[in-house]
Protein backbone atom coordinates (compact mmCIF):
# COMPACT_ATOMS: atom_id res chain seq x y z
CA UNK A 1 0.00 0.00 0.00
CA UNK A 2 1.23 3.11 -0.87
CA UNK A 3 2.10 5.93 2.02
CA UNK A 4 2.72 9.18 1.07
CA UNK A 5 4.97 11.44 3.66
CA UNK A 6 6.22 14.36 3.76
CA UNK A 7 9.88 15.57 5.09
CA UNK A 8 10.43 18.83 6.58
CA UNK A 9 14.47 19.74 6.77
CA UNK A 10 17.16 22.13 7.08
CA UNK A 11 20.78 21.84 8.28
CA UNK A 12 23.18 24.78 8.76
CA UNK A 13 26.62 24.51 7.44
CA UNK A 14 29.20 25.69 5.42
CA UNK A 15 29.21 24.83 1.94
CA UNK A 16 31.80 25.91 -0.71
CA UNK A 17 29.51 24.99 -3.90
CA UNK A 18 25.96 25.38 -3.45
CA UNK A 19 25.37 24.81 -7.26
CA UNK A 20 26.85 21.47 -7.79
CA UNK A 21 24.99 20.44 -4.66
CA UNK A 22 21.82 21.64 -6.21
CA UNK A 23 22.29 19.50 -9.04
CA UNK A 24 22.82 16.68 -7.17
CA UNK A 25 19.82 17.44 -5.17
CA UNK A 26 17.72 17.96 -8.13
CA UNK A 27 18.84 14.76 -9.78
CA UNK A 28 18.38 12.56 -6.60
CA UNK A 29 14.68 14.00 -5.63
CA UNK A 30 13.98 13.52 -9.88
CA UNK A 31 14.88 9.85 -9.71
CA UNK A 32 12.71 8.96 -6.53
CA UNK A 33 9.80 10.93 -8.19
CA UNK A 34 9.73 13.49 -5.03
CA UNK A 35 8.55 16.71 -5.11
CA UNK A 36 8.79 19.91 -3.29
CA UNK A 37 11.27 23.00 -2.73
CA UNK A 38 14.49 22.78 -1.46
CA UNK A 39 16.67 25.85 -1.36
CA UNK A 40 21.08 25.80 -1.15
CA UNK A 41 22.76 28.72 -0.20
CA UNK A 42 26.66 29.11 1.39
CA UNK A 43 24.92 28.74 4.70
CA UNK A 44 23.12 25.12 4.12
CA UNK A 45 19.98 23.61 2.81
CA UNK A 46 15.96 24.02 3.87
CA UNK A 47 13.65 22.36 2.28
CA UNK A 48 10.23 20.22 1.91
CA UNK A 49 9.76 17.13 -0.17
CA UNK A 50 6.84 14.77 -0.41
CA UNK A 51 6.31 11.21 -2.08
CA UNK A 52 6.03 7.68 -1.15
CA UNK A 53 7.48 6.69 2.42
CA UNK A 54 10.36 4.25 1.02
CA UNK A 55 11.55 6.60 -1.55
CA UNK A 56 11.62 9.76 1.03
CA UNK A 57 13.09 7.25 3.28
CA UNK A 58 16.19 6.86 0.62
CA UNK A 59 16.39 10.75 -0.15
CA UNK A 60 17.21 11.00 3.05
CA UNK A 61 20.03 8.25 4.47
CA UNK A 62 21.63 9.22 0.42
CA UNK A 63 21.68 12.90 1.59
CA UNK A 64 22.94 12.32 4.78
CA UNK A 65 25.61 10.45 3.12
CA UNK A 66 27.06 13.71 2.48
CA UNK A 67 29.78 14.81 5.43
CA UNK A 68 27.89 18.84 5.66
CA UNK A 69 24.16 17.02 5.86
CA UNK A 70 25.44 14.68 8.33
CA UNK A 71 23.16 16.33 10.66
CA UNK A 72 20.57 17.40 8.96
CA UNK A 73 16.98 18.10 11.19
CA UNK A 74 14.64 15.88 9.63
CA UNK A 75 10.96 15.62 10.68
CA UNK A 76 8.00 13.66 9.01
CA UNK A 77 4.66 14.23 8.76
CA UNK A 78 1.71 12.94 6.63
CA UNK A 79 1.28 13.50 3.04
CA UNK A 80 -1.90 13.34 0.90
CA UNK A 81 0.33 12.44 -2.53
CA UNK A 82 -0.50 15.71 -4.06
CA UNK A 83 1.22 18.08 -1.57
CA UNK A 84 3.03 20.02 -3.83
CA UNK A 85 2.76 20.84 -7.79
CA UNK A 86 6.38 20.29 -8.97
CA UNK A 87 9.86 20.27 -7.69
CA UNK A 88 11.98 23.38 -6.93
CA UNK A 89 16.13 23.13 -5.90
CA UNK A 90 17.25 26.67 -6.33
CA UNK A 91 20.57 28.23 -4.83
CA UNK A 92 19.67 31.85 -2.90
CA UNK A 93 22.04 34.09 -0.63
CA UNK A 94 19.95 32.93 2.49
CA UNK A 95 17.96 29.62 3.04
CA UNK A 96 15.90 32.03 4.50
CA UNK A 97 15.13 35.53 3.41
CA UNK A 98 16.17 38.03 6.43
CA UNK A 99 17.84 40.13 3.94
CA UNK A 100 21.21 40.01 6.06
CA UNK A 101 23.35 37.12 4.40
CA UNK A 102 26.53 38.90 5.24
CA UNK A 103 25.79 39.08 8.64
CA UNK A 104 24.85 35.42 9.79
CA UNK A 105 28.10 33.02 10.40
CA UNK A 106 27.79 29.32 10.36
CA UNK A 107 30.61 26.64 11.08
CA UNK A 108 30.81 23.34 11.57
CA UNK A 109 28.38 23.27 14.39
CA UNK A 110 25.95 25.21 12.85
CA UNK A 111 24.99 28.88 13.56
CA UNK A 112 27.42 31.04 15.32
CA UNK A 113 25.85 33.34 18.23
CA UNK A 114 21.93 32.37 18.18
CA UNK A 115 20.42 31.50 21.07
CA UNK A 116 20.16 28.66 23.94
CA UNK A 117 18.72 25.38 22.47
CA UNK A 118 15.79 23.93 23.82
CA UNK A 119 14.15 20.94 23.55
CA UNK A 120 10.39 20.57 24.01
CA UNK A 121 11.05 19.04 27.60
CA UNK A 122 13.52 21.72 28.20
CA UNK A 123 11.29 24.79 27.37
CA UNK A 124 8.47 23.15 29.71
CA UNK A 125 11.30 23.32 32.36
CA UNK A 126 12.17 26.61 31.73
CA UNK A 127 8.16 27.65 32.07
CA UNK A 128 8.01 26.05 35.68
CA UNK A 129 11.39 28.03 36.78
CA UNK A 130 10.18 31.36 35.43
CA UNK A 131 7.88 33.64 33.03
CA UNK A 132 9.29 33.59 29.32
CA UNK A 133 8.15 35.45 26.59
CA UNK A 134 7.35 33.44 23.50
CA UNK A 135 8.51 34.94 20.42
CA UNK A 136 7.01 34.43 16.99
CA UNK A 137 9.41 33.44 14.17
CA UNK A 138 6.88 33.17 11.65
CA UNK A 139 5.19 35.84 9.23
CA UNK A 140 2.26 37.11 10.74
CA UNK A 141 -0.62 35.76 9.13
CA UNK A 142 0.31 31.87 10.34
CA UNK A 143 -0.48 33.00 13.88
CA UNK A 144 -3.88 33.69 13.15
CA UNK A 145 -4.87 29.63 13.07
CA UNK A 146 -1.94 28.65 15.75
CA UNK A 147 0.73 30.06 18.16
CA UNK A 148 1.85 29.42 21.98
CA UNK A 149 0.34 30.65 24.42
CA UNK A 150 0.55 34.44 25.05
CA UNK A 151 3.52 34.44 22.35
CA UNK A 152 4.28 38.09 20.96
CA UNK A 153 2.89 37.97 17.26
CA UNK A 154 5.26 40.60 15.61
CA UNK A 155 3.51 42.56 12.39
CA UNK A 156 5.21 41.45 10.01
CA UNK A 157 4.52 39.69 6.25
CA UNK A 158 7.87 38.39 5.53
CA UNK A 159 10.55 37.32 6.97
CA UNK A 160 12.67 39.69 5.34
CA UNK A 161 10.85 42.69 7.79
CA UNK A 162 12.16 41.01 10.69
CA UNK A 163 15.56 43.06 10.97
CA UNK A 164 13.71 46.37 11.17
CA UNK A 165 11.26 45.42 13.69
CA UNK A 166 13.60 43.63 15.85
CA UNK A 167 15.27 46.95 15.54
CA UNK A 168 12.48 49.15 15.45
CA UNK A 169 12.54 49.42 19.68
CA UNK A 170 9.11 47.27 20.13
CA UNK A 171 10.43 44.70 21.60
CA UNK A 172 13.45 46.35 24.21
CA UNK A 173 11.58 45.72 27.17
CA UNK A 174 12.83 41.98 26.24
CA UNK A 175 16.35 42.42 25.80
CA UNK A 176 17.06 41.37 29.56
CA UNK A 177 14.00 38.85 29.49
CA UNK A 178 13.63 35.10 28.89
CA UNK A 179 12.45 34.76 25.39
CA UNK A 180 12.01 31.58 23.34
CA UNK A 181 11.93 31.80 19.66
CA UNK A 182 9.56 29.59 17.82
CA UNK A 183 8.71 28.37 14.23
CA UNK A 184 7.34 25.83 12.06
CA UNK A 185 10.77 23.48 11.94
CA UNK A 186 13.10 25.70 13.66
CA UNK A 187 15.26 27.17 10.53
CA UNK A 188 13.61 30.41 11.03
CA UNK A 189 13.90 30.95 14.68
CA UNK A 190 17.49 29.53 14.57
CA UNK A 191 18.39 32.80 12.42
CA UNK A 192 16.32 35.11 14.40
CA UNK A 193 17.62 34.15 17.83
CA UNK A 194 21.12 35.10 16.28
CA UNK A 195 19.46 38.44 14.62
CA UNK A 196 18.28 39.10 18.26
CA UNK A 197 21.29 38.11 20.29
CA UNK A 198 23.31 40.77 18.06
CA UNK A 199 21.32 43.65 18.51
CA UNK A 200 21.47 43.55 22.55
CA UNK A 201 18.84 40.79 23.56
CA UNK A 202 20.45 38.61 26.77
CA UNK A 203 18.28 35.82 27.45
CA UNK A 204 17.17 34.44 24.09
CA UNK A 205 16.20 30.66 23.42
CA UNK A 206 15.50 28.58 20.30
CA UNK A 207 12.83 25.58 20.39
CA UNK A 208 14.73 22.84 18.44
CA UNK A 209 13.09 21.23 16.10
CA UNK A 210 10.17 24.27 16.44
CA UNK A 211 6.51 24.11 16.54
CA UNK A 212 6.73 20.18 14.46
CA UNK A 213 8.78 18.41 16.70
CA UNK A 214 6.98 20.21 19.80
CA UNK A 215 3.57 18.97 18.74
CA UNK A 216 5.18 15.21 18.19
CA UNK A 217 6.23 15.18 21.86
CA UNK A 218 3.10 16.83 23.54
CA UNK A 219 0.34 17.66 20.93
CA UNK A 220 -2.45 19.77 21.83
CA UNK A 221 -1.68 18.92 25.98
CA UNK A 222 1.14 21.65 26.29
CA UNK A 223 1.35 25.52 25.58
CA UNK A 224 0.40 25.65 21.96
CA UNK A 225 -2.98 26.59 20.99
CA UNK A 226 -4.37 25.39 17.09
CA UNK A 227 -3.44 24.14 14.05
CA UNK A 228 0.10 25.03 12.38
CA UNK A 229 0.50 26.50 8.93
CA UNK A 230 2.34 24.49 6.26
CA UNK A 231 3.52 26.00 3.21
CA UNK A 232 1.70 22.91 0.65
CA UNK A 233 -1.65 21.88 0.03
CA UNK A 234 -2.78 21.09 2.90
CA UNK A 235 -2.55 24.67 4.52
CA UNK A 236 -2.09 22.91 8.05
CA UNK A 237 -1.49 20.51 10.45
CA UNK A 238 -3.06 19.69 13.52
CA UNK A 239 -1.74 17.61 16.20
CA UNK A 240 -4.28 15.65 17.91
CA UNK A 241 -7.61 14.77 17.51
CA UNK A 242 -9.19 17.77 19.99
CA UNK A 243 -7.15 20.66 18.07
CA UNK A 244 -8.70 23.96 19.05
CA UNK A 245 -9.82 26.14 16.13
CA UNK A 246 -8.82 29.58 17.20
CA UNK A 247 -8.97 31.14 13.41
CA UNK A 248 -11.67 33.41 12.99
CA UNK A 249 -13.36 33.89 9.62
CA UNK A 250 -12.27 37.64 7.74
CA UNK A 251 -15.53 37.80 6.57
CA UNK A 252 -18.01 36.60 8.64
CA UNK A 253 -16.19 35.97 11.90
CA UNK A 254 -16.77 32.41 12.40
CA UNK A 255 -14.36 29.65 14.12
CA UNK A 256 -12.42 28.39 11.16
CA UNK A 257 -8.38 27.31 10.57
CA UNK A 258 -8.79 27.58 6.93
CA UNK A 259 -6.87 29.96 4.81
CA UNK A 260 -7.46 31.53 1.59
CA UNK A 261 -5.15 34.04 -0.50
CA UNK A 262 -7.40 37.13 -1.39
CA UNK A 263 -8.73 37.11 -4.63
CA UNK A 264 -6.89 40.09 -5.84
CA UNK A 265 -4.06 38.76 -8.65
CA UNK A 266 -2.08 41.80 -7.49
CA UNK A 267 -2.31 40.69 -3.78
CA UNK A 268 0.03 38.01 -2.00
CA UNK A 269 -2.27 38.50 1.50
CA UNK A 270 -3.45 35.11 3.00
CA UNK A 271 -6.65 35.40 5.20
CA UNK A 272 -8.52 33.01 7.48
CA UNK A 273 -12.01 32.24 5.46
CA UNK A 274 -14.44 29.75 6.53
CA UNK A 275 -15.47 26.96 4.09
CA UNK A 276 -18.92 28.66 3.46
CA UNK A 277 -17.76 32.27 2.90
CA UNK A 278 -14.81 30.67 0.53
CA UNK A 279 -17.06 28.86 -1.20
CA UNK A 280 -19.08 32.34 -2.22
CA UNK A 281 -15.99 33.70 -3.64
CA UNK A 282 -15.01 37.24 -3.79
CA UNK A 283 -12.69 37.05 -0.75
CA UNK A 284 -10.57 40.44 -0.58
CA UNK A 285 -8.61 41.93 2.04
CA UNK A 286 -10.25 44.06 4.77
CA UNK A 287 -8.27 46.08 7.22
CA UNK A 288 -10.81 46.05 9.48
CA UNK A 289 -10.95 41.61 9.74
CA UNK A 290 -10.56 40.85 13.43
CA UNK A 291 -7.36 38.05 12.97
CA UNK A 292 -7.69 37.25 16.88
CA UNK A 293 -3.93 38.45 17.30
CA UNK A 294 -2.70 41.49 19.27
CA UNK A 295 0.28 42.01 17.87
CA UNK A 296 2.90 44.73 20.22
CA UNK A 297 2.01 48.20 19.99
Not at 44 to 52: A, D, I, W
Not at 158 to 185: M, N, Q, W
Not at 243 to 271: F, H, W, Y
Amino acid sequence: MAVPKILLFYVFAPLTDPDALRLWQRDLCESLGLRGRILLSRHGMNGTVGGELADVKKYLRKTREYAAFRDLDAKWSEGTGDDFPRLSVKVRDEIVTFGAPDELVVDEDGVVGGGTRLTPDELHELVEREEVTFFDGRNEFEARIGRFRGAVVPDVATTREFVAEIESGRYDHLKDEPVVTYCTGGVRCEVLSSVMTARGFNRVYQLEGGVVRYGERFGDDGLWDGSLYVFDKRGSIDFSDHTAVIGSCAMCGSATKRMQNCVDSQCREQLVVCDGCGAAGDVRCDPHRASGVSSPA
